[in-house]
């Protein structure tokens, strides 16, 4: 998945702003690649959750370039965001092991308390034999 945020980070590193002279020389281009990282990072493992990422990251990277480029950052932001919602969209789950080293598992725990290891659908993070707790969950929520 990374691949998708240094592709972003080495579009945009030319335009990258100096930092502050009291600031490390590589301040502003090490912030840029954080926070290509971090939406990149919550794009392959809370995408239900995660609404608008590109315009998250053009919001978190902005201040980093000139006036003169912003036009170009957006634009750039928002063609490689593209491709790694085009990519998670057709691959979910190696979207989501290639970030957190591990595949998705059932929310669920066992009858012998053991976390369960199957494979959990994608729209509720449960697996099939315990989609029924799914319910549960719903129910106990409109409860509340
Ligand atoms: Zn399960």
């Known amino acids: 998945m990374y691949q998708f945020s240094r592709a972003i980070y080495r579009q945009l590193a030319p335009y990258i702003l100096a930092p502050s002279p009291a600031a490390s020389p590589a301040a502003n281009h090490a912030a840029v690649l954080r926070a ?65 080293g591990a595949p998705p598992q059932c929310r669920a725990t066992t009858r012998k308390g053991s976390a369960c290891q199957r494979m959990p659908l994608a729209h509720n993070g449960y697996c099939p034999s315990h989609q029924h707790l799914a319910e549960t969950e719903d129910r106990e929520l409109a409860a509340a």
């Open 36 to 100: 290509c990282e971090q939406v990149i990072t919550r794009m392959a493992t809370d995408r239900h959750y995660f609404a608008r990422p590109a315009r998250t990251l053009f919001c978190d990277i902005r201040s980093f370039f000139p006036m003169s480029v912003q036009g170009d950052v957006h634009r750039i932001v928002t063609r490689y965001v593209g491709y790694a919602e085009q990519f998670l969209a057709e691959h979910p789950l190696e979207g989501y092991t290639a970030i957190s």
